[in-house]
């Protein structure tokens, strides 16, 4: 996961809202942002999960050697996607102090509820601070479930724009070049109240055609912010696929 649009992610995510968002100590300013940070990270798979009324497999991703609560985010994939590639992302910002909470979403070309996708990011929030607050889980005392983002790419970063509008206590969302399937995110953009970033591909194609760049974000509140990755297609953000 070396991409601009990769490596740009990482950098907002971690870097530009620390209003809303606490990391582990900073490392050198000449450090790549796609690099691990200091934190040993561990990779809980928590088997089958229910939210919302789904079963979803849900993968946490946290730091050791290192007392919490910290932030919390969901990480999430694509349409035809599955936890797996966003497995990098979820451990270098977890290597910088944050615990992820990354899902395999209900969600392909061959029909995606965008809303039931949604309101099942919000119950995997819930369920990952009822983890923390469980004393014999392997997350337990580590999330601190005032300071929560949701961190979305394509089909999953407009599931948590929706999901951002519906629960004012996720903090931040993170759009990586979401599509706005049926106009579902310039709909529910000027609803959405919280600090948002966006990271764009520069090259256009079919599962980014709806160009939200243009048409979704300038629709959002401020404080906002919109990057534009050069040399960057839709699928950089991924690993293994990019």
């Known amino acids: 996961m070396r991409s601009g649009i990769a490596s740009t992610a990482i950098m907002l995510i971690v870097l530009a809202l620390t209003g809303v968002i606490i990391t582990a100590p900073a490392r050198s300013a000449h ?11 561990t990779t809980w798979d928590a088997g089958t999960v229910a939210l919302d009324g789904a079963s979803i497999r849900v993968y946490v991703h946290y ?3 290192t007392a919490g609560p910290m932030p919390v985010a ?5 349409a035809s996607r599955y ?7 979820s451990d270098t910002l977890a ?8 899902p395999t979403i209900p969600c392909n070309l061959a029909g995606c509820d965008h809303e039931a996708n949604a309101r099942q990011i919000a119950a995997l929030f819930d369920w990952g601070v009822a983890q923390s607050a469980e004393p014999s889980s392997k997350i337990a005392g580590l999330v601190n479930g005032t300071r929560r983002a949701a961190v979305g790419h394509s089909w999953g970063g407009l599931a948590s724009l929706l999901a ?3 629960r004012p206590d ?7 070049d979401a599509n706005d399937d049926k106009e579902m995110g310039k709909v529910a953009a000027p609803q959405v109240t919280q600090p948002s970033v966006h990271v764009m591909a520069e090259k256009m194609g079919p599962c980014n055609s709806y160009n939200w760049k243009e048409t979704v974000y300038p629709l959002t509140p401020a404080p906002h912010m919109r990057v534009v990755v050069t040399g960057s297609a839709h699928c950089d ?4 696929t990019d």
């Not at 996720?170 to 990586?176: E, F, R, Y």
């Open 31 to 41: 450090a790549s942002p796609e690099e691990r940070g200091p934190l040993a990270v």
């Open 63 to 65: 730091p050791t050697g």
């Open 74 to 78: 969901a990480v999430v994939h694509g």
């Open 83 to 89: 936890a797996a590639v966003m497995g990098e992302l």
């Open 95 to 102: 290597s910088r102090g944050i615990v992820t909470l990354t």
């Open 164 to 166: 951002a509008r519906n």
């Open 170 to 176: 996720i903090g931040t969302v993170v759009i990586l």
């Open 237 to 240: 953000v991924e690993d293994l």
